[in-house]
């Protein structure tokens, strides 16, 4: 089996699975924007984050020559190594219920302040546990203050969330009084020149304006934003959001420990001589348990909705092609991606490996490219913004700085 070796090539690991588990949750957060059912998303997406698993068990996992202390992924499917799997597959429960939960959570909280909570739960709890549990081979001066980076990002994400959704009353507030002073006006010209959000092309011959689509972060775009989307957040507490990301974040702190005693066994649960599982074969069954969990309950999903989704079926679902490609990809994005984490964290330490819980980089950049998010907000929500997006640069370099070498 391939196996990193080298700091240099588990901090590249980190790299493009930062990249990887941040992209994935735009393409499920647009996918939901277009209407597109979750539980129809999430079904597609387990099934190709599953397929990326098995991809890598039977690459990666199967290159070079299998040795008793280094099996390959298929030599591994036959030992006794049971309490491991149990580990692996533990991890992969929590995960995929906190994806589940994340899903719901980007409609309500929004996709860059859902990631930075979520991420900054994971690395406060999952990395401390990684640390001990990897017998402290990461630098503890260096890493704790990336922790500590991760903490003042946590309070800045807060702070652009609360400035974030006063700019978005203020605009919906706004447009309600304009459209109250513009009651009774006969004048459709004049309709135009009183709302500067509305982007349309007038016909000359018959001096008339023909609909156009609102302009990114105005109202006129949040109300056309909610009636199209599947998941309906208007007059909906945040709590409700707020709950699903922590409980979210909880779920991620622990995934992470569990995949690290699968491989590594450091509370010692296999027998003597017994392999340590590889990391291709811990992900594999990681995998399974993460696809059999996301199956039964968005099945159930499918026909008893949650927040009052409207309800379909396994028919609908078969039958649902509207942006299933886009599923697929993110489906593969993240099952790559989590791989990569586990592949680097081998190598470099699973608490320097949590250095991919940055992912809001990545996603915030890809929120406010394809959603708009935080255009036309105030200043000071930029400034948060800003402040953001470098205490979580700055966390990300000191954890990767932190990495070792695991004997």
Known sequence: MYVVESKGGAIACMLFSLFFLGTWPAIMTLLERRGRLPQHTYLDYTM???????I?????GEIGKSSPQEPNFLTQLSQDNFPSVLFAMAGGIVLSIGNLST????????????????????????????????DRINRAEILFPGVGCFLI???LGSAVHASNAAD?????????????????????????EADPNIVGTKDVENGIRTSGKPKVGSAGFLIQLENRRSIKVFGKSTIIGLTLTFFAGFCFSLFSPAFNLATNDQWHTLKHGVPHLSVYTAFFYFSVSCFVIAIVLNISFLYYPVLNLPRSSLRAYLTDWNGRGWAFL??????????????????????????VQALPLVSTFW?????????????????????????FIAAVGILMASSGHRK
């Open 56 to 60: 890598i068990a039977f690459t990666f």
């Open 367 to 391: 929120g406010i490219l394809l959603f708009g998010e935080y255009r036309r907000s105030s200043r000071r929500t930029y400034i948060f913004l800003t402040g953001m997006l470098s205490m």
């Open 168 to 192: 978005n009353r203020a605009k919906l507030n706004r447009s309600a009084n304009d459209r109250k002073t513009e009651e009774g006006a006969t004048d459709i010209s004049m309709s135009k």
């Open 330 to 355: 993110a489906g593969i994005l993240c099952g790559f991606g989590n791989g990569l984490q586990f592949m680097g964290g081998q190598a470099a330490g699973y608490a320097a490996a949590d250095a």
């Open 153 to 155: 990002a946590v309070s």
């Open 103 to 134: 899903q719901y959570a980007w409609a309500f909280v929004g996709l860059s302040v859902t990631e930075v909570i979520t991420s900054s739960i994971t690395v406060v709890i999952g990395t401390t546990l990684n640390y001990f549990l990897d």
């Open 48 to 54: 190709t984050n599953l397929l990326a698993a098995v």
